[in-house]
């Protein structure tokens, strides 16, 4: 791309169950269009089978209605951006051969995104006539996500390494299997912070599984909380309906302690002025209470993304690819879908 020419990105992204396109042009959000797949609530997760097919579905409508709220003909975009992964493969496969497809009928470049790398990014979306303040380098961000948990270093947008991440399961599984478990919808971890607003945080007492030094293991957490439950139960068969708010807030804070806990632990060896949360899970609202007060604490500033930055959308794809394109890093029609990939 010639340094003159304004730069049109549409950015894709159908890692999960949430078909998404945006569109930015020189660097400024002009649409962010998001489907979600009611279908998986039923099942309390997601379906991966299920989850491809609506892709498949959306893909076009949902491109389509980006381009069109932009403003912005397919002829005018300069490059194509994609999730290429970590997520579930079929949900990939959809996003990167359509992102393919459309790159070789309008013959512009590819830039293949990586997820959580992108939720980093979703600091940095611009919008029209909306001031914000972006994360100074370095800082350290705590990502959490459905399937991701993770404290990494950010040195510049594309240089970012991980300090920690769980061991087994996301911190946003500990909430979607804990939520199941108490017969609450999927995604579960809104529904059970709603419900914590009105409880006690201190009613029941959970441990901290040991991982290593600023890993996480929820999947421990999580068995904790099963057990926790199933005892509970014996004792009084409607325990779940009696203090369900308790339950949520308790459980609620004792993951954000946790969560918490490891990132000061690595705020303590690498000092930085600027702490940042992203992921799905960064749209908690004791998390962004937290995260705050942790920064306060120790004279960092703190940046939480806008709501609708926090789940999974194509904006943050978007911009990912915005920075990509800045260093000319295209990949080429070979490039595919891969549910693995290191940051
Ligand atoms: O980033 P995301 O949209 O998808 C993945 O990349 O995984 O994150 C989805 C996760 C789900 O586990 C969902 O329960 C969790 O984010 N989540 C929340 C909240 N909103 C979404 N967890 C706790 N509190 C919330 N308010
Ligand atoms: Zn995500």
Known sequence: MDNNK???ILGIESSCDDTSAAVIKNGVLLSNVIANQDVHQQYGGVVPELASRAHQENIVPVVDTALKNANIKS???TAIAFTRG????????????FAKSLSLALTIPLLDVHHMKAHIHAHFIKEKEIEKTNPNFPFLCLTVSGGHTQIVWVEAPLKMKVLGSTIDDAVGEAFDKAGKAMGLGYPAGPIIDKLAQKGDVSKYQFTFPKAGKYDYSFSGLKTQFLNFLNKEKQKNNQFVEDEIHHICASYQSHLIKYLISN???VMLKHSCNDIALAGGVAANSELRKQIKILGKKHNCKTHVPNFEYCTDNAAMIAISGYFMEKEKLFTDLSVSASARMNM
Do not use: N
Request: negative net charge; aromatic residues 0%.
């Open 6 to 8: 304004d730069s049109i």
């Open 75 to 77: 002829t005018e975009l």
């Open 86 to 97: 970590p997520g579930l493969l079929g949900s990939l496969l959809v996003g990167t051969s």
């Open 263 to 265: 990132l000061e632990k």
